[in-house]
């Protein structure tokens, strides 16, 4: 849930930044501001995706990524072993 956080936040506020620095002028309070939103923008998204993957496992049954504290899988239904 985190990781999926992240990931939104931190791809969004990359996109605010590089579509803002399109129309910003260099050296501008407008310009800095969105380089520095792209700055953090990046890592935040790529720590999301570190996090997101970290909580989930891939199955190798239906090659569905599936939370590593589930009991059954969501996609094909099966029980699943909780190790
Ligand atoms: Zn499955």
Do not use: D, Y
């Not at 310009?31 to 935040?44: F, N, Q, R, V, Y």
């Amino acid at each position: 849930m985190l990781g999926k956080i992240l990931m939104a936040l931190g791809a969004s506020s990359f996109a605010l930044g590089f579509f803002e620095a399109q129309t910003a002028l260099s050296g501008s309070h407008k310009a800095i501001e969105s380089g520095l939103l792209m700055i953090i923008g990046l890592p935040l998204a790529i720590i999301g995706v570190f996090v997101w993957r970290a909580s989930v496992k891939k199955r190798p049954a239906c090659a569905e990524r599936i939370k590593k504290q589930a009991t059954a899988c969501k996609h094909c239904k099966a029980v699943v072993g909780n190790a």
